[in-house]
């Protein structure tokens, strides 16, 4: 089935560094959704993005809706070794329920 | 992920046998999700499913695998005969009624195959 594309893979950062990862679709989404997921647990929803152009911020993470609609990106800022997790975006069409994940950002923080 | 209870956390089945997944979905939703997950992998869709109706069964496999949401109690993702190849985390999702609202996951069942 078809997958979103996130960028990247996974990454090693220091500890206050900030971070940036963006996922891409080839079609068009009204809604995005972020959601982390630490080892042995399920995924937790972060940000939900409902609008083109929307800036969505939860603490030390902000993410935006593209302006195109297909594609979204996450911002961590000053990160800490909590941080450490897979960052999964999700995208859906309207009026669908069916949220297509992408493939995942491995995130490690180096203390 | 408090609300979405999902049991067992981990489940042991030798070849052949068959596994019995449940989730019980946050309060007030009414539709359910589940996924498979890889190590290594991201989600891949199975089944989504409303209260007694299968809505899209487009990702799971046509044999050995069904689900069901009954009026009363959980939703279970049944495995028959089951395979090595069966072993993964599986993941349960509910929302609520309005379209693209989020879902909210459980933390998952670990199936593992002897």
């Known amino acids: 089935g078809q997958q979103l594309n996130q960028s990247p893979q996974s990454m090693f950062i220091q500890e206050g560094e900030d971070v940036s990862m963006n996922c891409t679709s080839s079609s068009i989404f009204n809604t995005w959704l972020w959601y982390k997921q630490d080892p042995g647990e399920g995924p937790v929803l972060l940000i939900a993005?409902?609008?083109?152009?929307e800036l969505t911020s939860n603490g030390r993470l902000t993410a935006q809706f593209g302006i195109t609609r297909k594609d979204s990106f996450l911002n961590i800022s000053a990160s800490i070794p909590s941080d450490v997790g897979i960052y999964f975006c999700a995208g859906t069409t309207s009026g669908t329920y069916k949220y297509i994940f992408g493939t995942g950002t491995r995130l490690k923080v180096l203390a | 992920n408090a609300g979405v209870m999902q049991n067992p956390r981990h489940l042991v089945r030798r070849r052949g046998q068959e596994a019995r997944l449940r989730c019980s979905p946050m309060?007030?939703?009414?539709?359910v999700y589940w996924y498979r997950q890889l190590p290594e992998e991201g989600l891949k869709f199975m089944v989504y499913l409303q209260k007694e109706n299968i809505i899209d069964e487009s990702g799971m496999p046509k044999e050995r695998f069904s689900a069901e949401f009954p009026k009363e109690g959980p939703s279970i993702l049944r495995i028959q005969q089951v395979v090595r190849g069966d072993s993964a985390a599986y993941f349960c999702?509910?929302?609520?009624?309005?379209?693209?609202?989020?879902?909210?996951f459980g933390d998952g069942t670990r199936l593992s195959i002897l």
């Open positions: 999702a509910s929302s609520g009624q309005d379209s693209n609202q989020p879902q909210h």
């Open positions: 309060k007030g939703h009414s539709h």
């Open positions: 993005l409902y609008k083109a152009g």
